[in-house]
Nanobody
Framework: LQLVESGGGLVQPGGSLRLSCAVSGFTFDDHAIGWFRQAPGNDREGVSCIRSSDGRIFTADSVKGRFTISRDNAKNMAYLQMDFLKPEDTAVYYC?????????????WGQGTQVTVSS
């Protein structure tokens, strides 16, 4: 199982970024896919997760209305569109498989991509 994130970088407050996650090594359609983030000194935080069976989306209140998760089952890809970014969104963002499990340590994680929001 391999998850590879891309699309991170430096952006000004109010700007946008789109993260991508390429998934291989398992049946993509069978798994919920999502995003976590971790800022220095903070715990991991679930950002958003999209269920495979019905496409239901779960999103953290801190990013609701600004971040949009999507998936393309034909391409084994997941995306996180991030708009109206704030400095507090600065973190390493991780693509995660099976993001609806209760224990994050049981999920499968990518290597992460850095997002920095700063003027």
């Amino acid at each position: 199982l391999q998850l590879v994130e891309s699309g991170g970088g430096l952006v000004q407050p109010g700007g946008s970024l789109r993260l991508s996650c390429a998934v291989s090594g398992f049946t993509f359609d069978d798994h919920a896919i999502g995003w976590f983030r971790q800022a220095p000194g903070n715990d991991r935080e679930g950002v958003s997760c999209i269920r495979s069976s019905d496409g239901r989306i779960f999103t953290a209140d801190s990013v609701k209305g600004r971040f949009t998760i999507s998936r393309d089952n034909a391409k084994n890809m997941a995306y996180l569109q991030m708009d109206f970014l704030k400095p507090e969104d600065t973190a390493v963002y991780y693509c995660v498989a099976d993001c609806l499990l209760a224990d994050p340590d049981l999920m499968s994680w990518g290597q992460g991509t850095q997002v920095t929001v700063s003027s």
